[in-house]
């Protein structure tokens, strides 16, 4: 009996000193053969009660297991040790990983045309005195043409990086332009012999003597962009719109169509927001007539006579807290506004300015901060809502919370295989139960797993019209070190202080400022029709964030802090 209790003790403790040593070690990133940069970044799993070593050095491992380390590599070959290390015993991985010299660029070899690259799009339609940009990378020390015998001029190599044979010029479109009915090419010459290359590039010729061509502005979402540029957020955006606006195009690139507002204002539209419209119609403009403004009981509105659908741009400014809306195409015949103050709670003063020959500009003061104004057309009246500032209590709102992604749309991961429509759906629905228990009402873009798309996001808060917006997400990207902390968006100025209020709370927690970000061109950002802020709470790229967004009292004190931080708002507007 004493014999077989001392052989189940030792199999016990055999058992337990195995357990011990056996550390879990899986490396996430980092795990590469080849790279270019001399810092280079891993993250992992481990046991949450182990220490981990890369070449050496100690990094930390969080409450998830989940680590970050950083390590210097040399050029050529390196061999990284880490190691997992619990009490004596550890796991150990050697990960080879060959560092390459910056990338050089270099001349093209042989004779040839290596690449062309027309800007600023490869399709686009012109008309005249548009500048088209073509960049050549081919055999140095050669004559290259284009278009009808265009020289394209060498750069030195001071311009270039060191490197020879990158061609460039720039051609101006000329009236009645015949360079675009046949296909594009470039030819190369040394002297001896020569080589042509098709540009693939679609260029159209839009004559400007020829009847123009007219878009209408279609779908529940319209919009204009400055320009051409872009990021992962899309282009940076005028205004929305509506639609059944008439706009000549006067060009294109890609996608978007460039659109002539007034005698010196252009915009870009995509093209699935329009259109096209039967020939010999003409392009809106319009006096403007009478005015009226007088409230009921949620706006004060705004009625504009105009005798057509204009495009238009609204914007906030402050100190004085004004909303300024610009009608394009629109021409002073304004002789008096009917105004009818004892119906009017946020509209202060209402005045107009002719700020250009087809640009009128509706300058509209507010009583108070700025809750939220929308533009519509009623016929060809314009109708400007101006919402009213509501009760400043907490339980007397209706508060909208999107909680971003979901679905197929899983966002960022982190270390731990944690994704980040889930951690977003869990912020929201605590944060709503918390609201609700002070009396708020309460709606959440999605409360399950599904997809939903920003158009469909924009469009329910149309629907629903609350007093204000939390979106929810988790930041992601650059190094697990310093890519880390909390931070808050807005776009328009105006809803500003609801950004600013709930930062400063959610900076009394242990976490990095990753600031306040203005102007921020994210689509549940840019509805002007009530305050709204995108919350990211902490980065889910970082393990030491990620932990905290998995620990459930750290997710109870964090939507604490936003619901003081919106406190702190309403307390702002008194």
Same mark, same amino acid.
Not at 470 to 491: D, E, L, M, Q, W
């Given at each position: 009996?004493?014999?077989?209790?001392?052989?189940?003790?030792?199999?016990?403790?055999?058992?337990?000193?195995?357990?011990?040593?056996?550390?879990?070690?899986?490396?996430?990133?980092?795990?590469?053969?080849?790279?270019?940069?001399?810092?280079?970044?891993?993250?992992?799993?481990?046991?949450?009660?182990?220490?981990?070593?890369?070449? &050496?050095?100690?990094?930390?491992?969080?409450?998830?297991?989940?680590?970050?380390?950083?390590?210097?590599?040399?050029?050529?070959?390196?061999?990284?040790?880490?190691?997992?290390?619990?009490?004596?015993?550890?796991?150990?991985?050697?990960?080879?990983?060959?560092?390459?010299?910056?990338?050089?660029?270099?001349?093209?070899? &042989?004779?040839?045309?290596?690449?062309?690259?027309?800007?600023?799009?490869?399709?686009?339609?012109?008309?005249?005195?548009?500048?088209?940009?073509?960049?050549?990378?081919?055999?140095?020390? +050669?004559?290259?043409?284009?278009?009808?015998?265009?020289?394209? /001029?060498?750069?030195?190599?001071?311009?270039?990086?060191? %490197?020879?044979?990158?061609?460039?010029?720039?051609?101006?479109?000329?009236?009645?332009?015949?360079?675009?009915?046949?296909?594009?090419?470039?030819?190369?010459?040394?002297?001896?012999?020569?080589?042509?290359?098709?540009?693939?590039?679609?260029?159209?010729?839009? !004559?400007?003597?020829?009847?123009?061509?007219?878009?209408?502005?279609?779908?529940?979402?319209?919009?204009?962009?400055?320009?051409?540029?872009?990021?992962? #957020?899309?282009?940076?955006?005028?205004? /929305?719109?509506?639609?059944?606006?008439? #706009?000549?195009?006067?060009?294109?690139?890609?996608?978007?169509?460039?659109?002539?507002?007034?005698?010196?204002?252009?915009?870009?539209?995509?093209?699935? +927001?329009?259109?096209?419209?039967?020939?010999?119609?003409?392009?809106?403009?319009?006096?403007?007539?009478?005015?009226?403004?007088?409230?009921?009981?949620?706006?004060?509105?705004?009625?504009?006579?105009?005798?057509? *659908?204009?495009?238009? @741009?609204?914007? /906030?400014?402050?100190?004085?807290?004004?909303?300024?809306?610009?009608?394009?195409?629109?021409?002073?015949?304004?002789?008096?506004?009917?105004?009818?103050?004892?119906?009017?709670?946020?509209?202060?003063?209402?005045?107009?300015?002719?700020?250009?020959?087809?640009?009128?500009?509706?300058?509209?003061?507010?009583?108070?901060?700025?809750? &939220? /104004?929308?533009?519509?057309?009623?016929?060809?009246?314009?109708?400007?809502?101006?919402?009213?500032?509501?009760?400043?209590? #907490?339980?007397?709102?209706?508060?909208?919370?999107?909680?971003?992604?979901?679905?197929?749309?899983?966002?960022?991961?982190?270390?731990?295989?944690?994704?980040?429509?889930?951690?977003?759906?869990?912020?929201?629905?605590?944060?709503?139960? *918390?609201?609700?228990?002070? &009396?708020?009402?309460?709606?959440?873009?999605?409360?399950?797993?599904?997809?939903?798309?920003?158009?469909? @996001?924009?469009?329910?808060?149309?629907?629903?019209?609350?007093?204000?917006?939390?979106?929810?997400? +988790?930041?992601?990207?650059?190094?697990?070190? %310093?890519?880390?902390?909390?931070?808050?968006?807005?776009?328009?100025?105006?809803?500003?202080?609801?950004?600013?209020?709930?930062?400063?709370?959610?900076?009394?927690?242990?976490? !990095?400022?990753?600031?306040?970000?203005?102007?921020?061109?994210?689509?549940?950002?840019?509805?002007?029709?009530?305050? !709204?802020?995108?919350?990211?709470?902490?980065?889910?790229?970082?393990?030491?964030?990620?932990?905290?967004?998995?620990?459930?009292?750290?997710?109870?004190?964090?939507?604490?802090?936003?619901?003081?931080? #919106?406190?702190?708002?309403? !307390?702002?507007?008194?």
């Amino acid at each position: 009996m004493i014999k077989h209790y001392i052989i189940s003790l030792f199999l016990i403790l055999s058992l337990s000193a195995n357990n011990l040593s056996a550390q879990n070690l899986k490396i996430v990133t980092g795990e590469v053969d080849t790279v270019y940069s001399a810092y280079h970044y891993f993250k992992g799993i481990t046991d949450n009660d182990a220490k981990i070593f890369v070449a &050496g050095k100690e990094f930390p491992v969080y409450r998830t297991g989940a680590f970050a380390a950083e390590t210097e590599l040399k050029e050529g070959n390196n061999e990284i040790e880490i190691i997992a290390r619990r009490g004596s015993e550890q796991t150990q991985k050697n990960i080879k990983i060959f560092r390459k010299p910056p990338k050089a660029i270099t001349a093209t070899q &042989g004779f040839a045309i290596e690449n062309i690259e027309i800007l600023p799009s490869q399709n686009m339609t012109v008309t005249v005195g548009d500048i088209i940009k073509i960049k050549v990378k081919a055999t140095p020390n +050669c004559k290259v043409t284009w278009l009808n015998n265009v020289r394209l /001029h060498e750069l030195p190599v001071s311009e270039t990086n060191g %490197t020879a044979g990158i061609y460039q010029s720039s051609y101006t479109v000329e009236d009645n332009d015949k360079n675009f009915k046949k296909p594009l090419r470039v030819k190369i010459s040394n002297g001896k012999k020569s080589i042509k290359q098709e540009v693939n590039a679609k260029i159209v010729f839009m !004559n400007k003597n020829a009847e123009p061509l007219m878009l209408r502005t279609k779908g529940e979402l319209p919009y204009l962009n400055y320009g051409l540029g872009t990021d992962r #957020l899309g282009g940076s955006k005028i205004s /929305h719109i509506v639609e059944g606006i008439i #706009l000549q195009a006067t060009g294109k690139a890609g996608n978007l169509y460039r659109v002539k507002l007034s005698k010196n204002y252009q915009a870009w539209i995509p093209e699935d +927001c329009v259109e096209t419209v039967s020939s010999g119609m003409f392009k809106p403009q319009s006096l403007t007539g009478s005015w009226s403004v007088r409230g009921n009981e949620k706006y004060d509105i705004v009625n504009l006579s105009l005798g057509d *659908k204009l495009p238009f @741009r609204t914007f /906030h400014e402050i100190n004085p807290n004004r909303i300024i809306v610009d009608i394009f195409g629109a021409t002073s015949n304004t002789s008096w506004i009917t105004q009818y103050p004892e119906t009017l709670k946020q509209i202060k003063n209402l005045t107009f300015e002719q700020i250009e020959d087809d640009i009128f500009r509706v300058i509209i003061e507010l009583a108070h901060n700025h809750w &939220g /104004h929308k533009i519509e057309y009623n016929g060809n009246n314009m109708v400007i809502s101006v919402k009213h500032q509501p009760k400043l209590e #907490l339980g007397s709102l209706h508060i909208a919370i999107d909680a971003g992604h979901g679905g197929s749309n899983i966002g960022a991961r982190g270390t731990t295989g944690a994704v980040e429509k889930d951690i977003n759906l869990k912020f929201a629905k605590i944060l709503k139960e *918390k609201l609700e228990e002070k &009396g708020v009402k309460v709606s959440l873009t999605r409360s399950e797993d599904t997809d939903m798309s920003m158009s469909e @996001r924009i469009l329910l808060m149309r629907k629903i019209d609350p007093d204000l917006l939390v979106s929810i997400h +988790c930041n992601a990207g650059g190094s697990p070190f %310093t890519g880390k902390g909390t931070s808050t968006y807005y776009r328009h100025v105006g809803f500003r202080p609801l950004s600013t209020s709930i930062l400063k709370r959610l900076l009394e927690l242990d976490v !990095n400022n990753f600031g306040n970000v203005g102007s921020f061109n994210f689509a549940l950002n840019s509805p002007t029709e009530y305050p !709204n802020v995108l919350v990211e709470t902490l980065f889910i790229s970082s393990p030491e964030d990620e932990a905290k967004l998995l620990d459930d009292n750290f997710r109870n004190q964090m939507t604490d802090k936003i619901i003081t931080g #919106l406190q702190d708002f309403l !307390n702002e507007q008194k």
